[in-house]
């Protein structure tokens, strides 16, 4: 069983920036097989893709709404996901969470985005945003 845990967010002001962590266990977990993309889900708002890396290839994915803003790295020794997250705005507001697929390529743009795509979710961390 592979778990997922997200960690790092908060209430911050407009222009600032946090720092998110995704950290996965279980006996089998290893990010050589799995990607890791990050989603957010606004009040009233469908979960949205935000951005997803992958060792497998190398390759990392954002959504357009965040392309310049947001970084996301990882630390295969520690399983750890970062997701980087700067100039923020008030409708960065949202639940974000972590969820894992086993060998999907983020270079897949047809299903990076897509919830139906990965195996486990983590159980999210609220990023509030002041305006």
């Known amino acids: 069983e592979v778990q997922l845990q997200a960690s790092g967010g908060g209430l911050v002001q407009a222009g600032g920036s946090l720092r998110l962590s995704c950290a996965g266990s279980g006996v089998t977990f290893t990010l050589d097989d799995y990607a890791i993309s990050w989603f957010r889900q606004a009040p009233g708002k469908e979960r949205e893709g935000v951005s997803c890396?992958?060792?497998?290839?190398?390759?990392?994915w954002y959504s357009d709404s965040v392309k310049g803003r947001f970084t996301i790295s990882e630390d295969g020794a520690r399983n750890t996901v970062y997701l980087q997250v700067n100039s923020l705005k008030p409708e960065d507001t949202a639940v974000y969470y972590c969820?894992?697929?086993?060998?999907?390529?983020?270079?897949?743009?047809?299903?990076?985005?897509?919830?139906?795509?990965?195996?486990?979710w983590g159980q999210g961390t609220l990023v509030t945003v002041s305006s």
């Open positions: 969820a894992a697929s086993w060998s999907l390529l983020c270079s897949n743009t047809a299903m990076v985005a897509t919830t139906s795509t990965y195996d486990y």
């Open positions: 890396i992958s060792r497998t290839d190398g390759s990392t």
